[in-house]
């Protein structure tokens, strides 16, 4: 029988359901597995939170909520600072958002939720409507902001430039570390790789201040 008034389960199966995602992935991982480690009924997963895919959901969120309390997009600045200054702090948020601090169980999180974004799942919208779409349109007033006149396609796309940079770092992580290891994030350090890209898109988006089809 389930014990429904044990109000430490559904945390335990969070942090059950945080390691076997991680270590073996989303369609690997078996719920059977997940409660057995929570020392929860195997009925529990359900009961809680409806399904195997709505309990990686929750991991998920739980996971975002966590990197977006440690890197803030604005990464503690003002919001009267300068926008150059504003688009950096947002780089360097994202990336770390992406990378961690060397915790190997961040790390495959984020590769998971990456992996997520690129296949979504069915329920992944309100991951995007909760943790996605905001802080975007935050990069896009930013952009915005240091393109004055220019056209919302500009914008727009310049600012998906930012994200596919960082994106970058990430989707690809193995296959640089394969063909130009001293090229990985883990190497050359996040301060450095934040540093680059805030540059690089600073130059594009000067560039293309006064671009016209």
């Known amino acids: 029988m389930l014990d ?3 109000a430490g389960t559904k945390d335990r199966l969070l942090k059950a359901a945080r ?3 991680a270590e073996r992935g989303v369609s690997d991982a078996r719920v059977r597995d997940i409660c057995a480690r929570a ?4 009925a529990a997963v359900n009961y809680y939170f409806g399904s195997k895919e709505k309990l990686f959901i929750a991991v998920l969120a739980e996971h975002l909520h966590t990197a977006h309390e440690r890197f803030p997009v604005d990464m503690g ?5 300068p926008a150059r200054d504003r688009l950096k702090a947002y780089i360097r948020s994202m990336l770390f958002k992406l990378a961690g601090d060397g915790d190997p169980l961040y790390e495959r999180l984020s590769q998971l939720f990456t992996a997520e974004m690129i296949e979504p799942s069915e329920h992944f ?11 975007h349109e935050v990069l896009v007033g930013i952009v915005a ?7 919302e396609r500009t914008v727009h796309l310049s600012a998906a430039g930012v994200v596919g940079h960082c994106l970058l770092f990430d989707n690809a992580k193995q296959i640089i570390r394969r063909m130009c290891p001293e090229m990985a994030l883990e190497k050359l350090g996040v301060e450095l ?5 805030f540059e690089f898109a600073w130059a594009g988006i000067e560039r293309m201040k006064n671009f016209k089809e």
């Open 77 to 81: 600045l003002g919001p009267d600072a």
């Open 125 to 135: 919208g309100a991951i995007a409507e909760r943790f996605i779409i905001p802080p």
């Open 39 to 42: 020392g929860a009924n195997v």
């Open 193 to 197: 790789v934040a540093n680059f890209v």
């Open 145 to 151: 902001e240091l393109m004055p006149g220019a056209d």
């Open 19 to 21: 390691e076997v995602f």
């Open 4 to 6: 429904q008034g044990d």
